[in-house]
């Protein structure tokens, strides 16, 4: 039987709990950083700004396994001393998806995903207004890569929220629209 995403409040807020690995899902564009950046700056582990420490350049994709060891390395830092971790990349990929789980697991700490299950036009007009602009060839192929709910579930999240729930209920995710 399917499981029912976990509906978001309407504050925009998730009511995490202490110590969990929130894993953002969706593709550049589609609002990732704009919900992360509601929450504490120690929470938020990005890729995006481990590969632009190492290279100065966020889109620096050969940084990508240096940044991949400081993501996990700050991910077993927060989760053995039961401290909340937002992961703010694409993870898109299974696989990808797999190993924050099995960090997860390890230390013993619940795991949430967000799905930013945004329609692909609305990914296309917020990725063409950012200060870095992704190709849209990639925007469109990580679109076409989200995983459904029901496969989050499948994968070992304990509560899956969707993004479209939130811009239904506030427009939170919109771009601006940050308090």
């Not at 925009?12 to 593709?27: E, F, K, Q, R, Y």
């Not at 329609?119 to 990580?142: C, F, S, W």
Request: proline share 7%; charged share 20%.
């Amino acid at each position: 039987m399917p499981r029912t995403p976990t509906a978001l409040p309407a504050d925009d807020l998730l009511n995490l709990p202490a110590g969990v690995l929130c894993t953002l899902v969706g593709p550049p564009g589609s609002g990732k950083s704009t919900f992360a950046a509601r929450y504490p700056d120690s929470w938020r582990i990005c890729l995006d700004v481990y590969r632009c420490l190492a290279t100065d350049s966020e889109a620096d994709q050969s940084a990508t396994p240096v940044a991949a060891e400081i993501q996990n390395l700050l991910l077993d830092a927060r989760l053995s001393r039961g401290l909340s971790a937002l992961v703010d990349s694409t993870n898109v990929l299974p696989h990808v998806r797999a190993g924050l789980l099995a960090r997860a697991r390890y230390w013993q700490r619940p795991a949430v995903a967000v799905l930013f299950d945004v329609p692909l036009a609305t990914v296309e007009a917020q990725n063409a207004g950012r200060d870095r602009v992704v190709p849209l060839h990639i925007v469109r192929e990580h679109h076409q890569l989200l995983p459904d709910a029901d496969q989050l579930h499948r994968e070992g999240f304990a509560a899956v929220y969707l993004a479209s729930e939130l811009l239904a209920t506030s427009g939170a995710l919109c771009r601006g629209a940050r308090n």
